[in-house]
């Protein structure tokens, strides 16, 4: 993905990983044989060469803006134990070479917004040193929906010793807190602002209970980082289907709501786990079909 502009922002992509699956892997109550009887709908990229698989991106995007370089959401990060995960178990992934290639020295980056907590979004909050989890990014205010943070504290203080999130509070979260550097922030919070560009958070929940999007707005415009609320394009013609939704019927209403906003909008939008950025739309010839365009 090329650098997107809106206003006085700029957004680039850091890739960290993509993986294809089985789609009944990820979206559980698919019916057998749905991806190839819909393929027509879906993007090429967004499926596996073999077209029964679906692909999705693992990724985070640098937001320079008013001065200020705004990393969001942090993929899975390298060295963790996830042992009941074991494609994300102790990997090495060249991050943070991509991201310098970005133009961005982890000492630059003056905030991380976490969308939400989940291990695939918290991974590179922290890297390991002599043995410890330190920050990756020592100068950075940690972002954090103040929602989404009492969540997860609830869950750890009920049983403490407990790996939670697949451990990924223990070696992603807790350090940052520990060193002080998380601010625990409205769901409507604004992140950066100029007398052209607006850049905030919105309440996307049903995914975890925090779940935000970032919105970028300038002239009319808006870009929408909506995080998890999509996962895949299947998901725009096929809302009900969710994937790992802390509150399944409320993550069914924020994506319809948000697909219908989006569509009637002409927001571009950046969901966490699409290669590309782009726009939903009425797709011609499939009776009026929302579908996912990435020729916005």
């Known amino acids: 993905m090329t650098a997107i502009r809106i206003g006085n922002a700029e957004i680039s992509r850091v890739h960290e990983v993509s993986v294809a699956y089985a789609p009944n892997h990820l979206f559980k109550s698919l019916p057998a044989g749905y991806v190839p009887a819909h393929r027509n709908l879906l993007p090429a990229w967004s499926l596996a060469p073999d077209g029964e698989r679906i692909t999705l991106a693992f990724q985070s995007f640098v937001v320079r803006h008013a001065g200020r ?12 134990s996830r042992p009941d995960m074991p494609r994300w178990h102790q990997t090495d992934f060249p ?49 954090v929906s103040d929602v989404e943070l009492a969540h997860w504290q609830g869950l750890h203080a009920a049983d403490p ?18 060193a002080g550097l998380v601010d625990a922030v409205p769901v ?22 925090g779940h935000v999007h970032l919105v970028m707005r300038s ?31 409320q993550a069914e209403q924020t994506r319809r709501t948000f697909i219908e906003r989006a569509a009637g909008s002409g927001a571009t939008l950046l ?8 726009q939903i739309r009425e797709s011609r010839g499939a009776n009026g ?4 365009h990435d020729d916005a």
């Open 188 to 209: 409507d919070h604004v992140v950066s602002h100029d007398f052209d560009t607006h850049l905030s958070l919105e309440p996307a929940p049903g995914h975890t209970p």
């Open 69 to 80: 370089t705004i990393l969001v959401d942090t993929c899975n990060g390298n060295h963790k």
């Open 161 to 178: 010793s407990a790996p939670l999130n697949h451990g990924a509070w223990q070696d992603s979260v807790l350090p940052v807190l520990e």
């Open 95 to 143: 991050y943070l070479a991509r991201l310098s290639e970005a133009g961005v020295r982890p000492e630059q980056v003056d905030f991380v917004l976490c969308s939400h907590l989940h291990a695939d979004h918290v991974g590179w909050n922290t890297r390991l040193e002599d043995g410890r989890w330190v920050p990756t990014f020592p100068n950075a205010r940690y972002l």
């Open 289 to 292: 079909t929302l579908r996912f």
């Open 219 to 249: 002239a009319g415009r808006e870009l929408i980082y909506c995080a998890d609320t999509l996962h895949h394009p299947l998901q725009i013609a096929a809302p009900q289907y969710g994937l790992i939704d802390g509150d399944p019927a």
């Open 271 to 278: 969901p966490a786990h699409f290669a590309v950025a782009g």
